[in-house]
Structure formats: C-alpha cells, structure tokens
C-alpha cells in the first residue's frame, strides 16, 4: 500500500506519544511507501486530519492517543462512502477498544503487532450526528465522569473514575428513561443506563462478555435500582459478567433506538470516556464499518 498518515495527541498518556512517535513512524514505513505525521493541538483536530486524509484518498489512517483522539479520527473517517483502513496506538487512561480488539496495552508492543495479517471488520455507533466505538453512558456515574478533572484522570487513570463514581453512587439519585428500541419500548428507573459495542467498558473487559466488535448489536444494560441496596444486591452480576436480564440488571440488544427522560429535565451522556449530548438522543449502528487493525486474538462473531 502507498500512503498512510499517523495523526498523534501529544498530550496522551503522559506524554507518551512523543517518546513512541519515531517508533510508531519507522514500524508505519515499513508497511507503506508514504507516511506522514499531523500532531494535534486543540479539539477536533484529530477529526480534521482524518477527513482531509480520507477526502485525498490515503490507504489507512492511524491514531496515537487515548480514548478520545481515537473517537475524534473514527468521527472523521465514518462520514466517508471509501474509507481507509483504521489503525491506533493505546495511550490513553482506559483504551478500552484496544483492550477489545486484543492490542498490547504496552505502545512499543502494540506498534510491533501491527500486521496486514490482523485487519478485522469493527462497528461504530451514532449518537445523534455524532460516531463512537465503545460505549454512551447515561446517569449518575457519567454525569460524575464527566467532572472528572483531567490532572486527576492523567495521574490515576481509570481510578479517577471509579472514585468519583462512588461518591455519586452514595447519593444514590435515578431517572425515569423512557427507552425504545428496535420494535421494543420499555420504561425504566436507573442511576446507570449503558449502551455497549465492546466488552470493555471503563477498563472493565467482561461486564457485558457477548458483547463483540463485529456483531452488529448495541449492548444496554441498565441497573434496575431505586436504593442503595438495590445498587449492592447487582455488583456481583456486574463483576461476572451480564448476559442476560436478572432482578437487579436489565440487559438487551439492539441495532436503533432512543432514550429520553419522562421526569427529570436535563441530563447529558458520556460518550467514549467524554461529555456528550443531553437526553434526547438517538442511536444507530453502524454494522462492520471500518476495517481495523487488531491485536492477534480480538473477540469477534468469527471466532
């Protein structure tokens, strides 16, 4: 193949990327016969380069970051009827689809195990006008999460959200969601609502197992609490794994819906680690629509 570009955060992982560029730019030249380096500065930047990339018609594309650099360059690749193969580097607080498609954790392992041999077809989601590729969460913790302070997310990692999570929890508030899916509408009162593509959610790899990179589904799962028991009785589900609605834990699939409050008025999404959009949202997925390079043993229908 003849050209690819490597759009890196800076800023990620403590600075990590800086260290990784010239590895990461040497393993890509390898590979192709033209690579070149757009560095992010500001938000949004990331989805810039990957469009105007997509636009000239570059063979792959592939991000240096966390998280959200990841979401930005899918946001400027999905639009795109010929998109190129989509590539990444985990440096993030929680990289939750690298851990989803297999990929060393460790950057100088990833960028070795990057391999023509590993390209798997991967879903994205749409939430209103905007893509993602993990995960829209909706209640207490989110809203929590997305208060996170950033210096506390780069020294602590996915314990930053943890931490303040549970200090939400305590307070123990839900909402009354009116969701409707597919041809199904149900009504529900949950401090947590998630909506999955991956089976890592928050670093978490097994809280929703079926959950798989190509299956075509979204993945809900919501508490069924309304106190600070009901929260308690559901964790040990949480932490074996949610295959199937329970007492405590409701868990279905779907390929398009809504979700919007029936009390409360204002409440925002999480969407891949980051603020999103106030309730009403749509959702819709978007069935194998990249073509990503994976670690050696990424879960999938195939497997």
């Not at 990590?16 to 380096?37: G, H, N, T």
């Not at 991000?63 to 985990?90: K, S, W, Y």
């Not at 980051?274 to 990503?292: F, R």
């Amino acid at each position: 193949m003849k050209k690819a570009r490597l759009i890196i955060n800076p800023s990620s992982g403590q600075e990590q990327a800086k260290e990784y560029a010239d590895l990461a730019e040497e393993k890509l030249r390898s590979m192709f016969e033209r690579v070149d380096i757009q560095y992010t500065e500001k938000a949004d930047d990331a989805t810039r380069f990957a469009d105007e990339a997509a636009q000239i018609g570059y063979d792959a594309v592939f991000a240096m970051g966390g998280d959200g650099t990841v979401n930005e360059v899918i946001n400027g690749l999905a639009n795109h009827a010929t998109r190129p193969l989509f590539g990444f580097f985990p440096l993030g607080t929680v990289n939750d689809l690298g851990r989803a498609l297999d990929l060393p954790l460790d950057p100088k392992e990833a960028i070795e195990c990057i391999s023509f041999d590993r390209i798997k077809p991967l879903d994205i989601g749409k939430i209103n006008e905007r893509y993602f590729m993990d995960v829209v969460a909706i209640g207490t913790i989110p809203e929590s999460i997305n208060d996170v302070d950033p210096e506390a997310k780069t020294k602590l990692g996915k314990f930053a959200y943890i931490f303040s999570g549970l200090k939400q929890l305590i307070k123990n508030e839900s909402y009354d969601f009116l969701i409707k899916f597919d041809q199904t509408e149900i009504e529900v009162t949950s401090s947590l609502v998630l909506i999955g593509l991956t089976n890592s959610i928050g670093g978490f790899e097994q809280l929703v197992p079926k959950a798989q990179v190509d299956d075509g589904n979204f993945h809900l799962l919501y508490l069924k609490d309304q106190t600070m028991f009901d929260v308690l009785k559901s964790l040990p589900e949480l932490y074996q794994g949610v295959e199937t609605s329970s007492e405590n834990v409701g868990y279905h699939t779907f390929k398009k819906g809504t979700i919007e409050l029936t009390t409360a008025t204002h409440l925002e999404t999480n969407v891949d680690g980051d603020p999103g959009p106030a309730l009403p949202v749509t959702l819709e997925i978007y069935a194998q629509h990249l073509q990503v390079f994976s670690g050696p043993n990424p879960k999938s229908v195939a497997n």
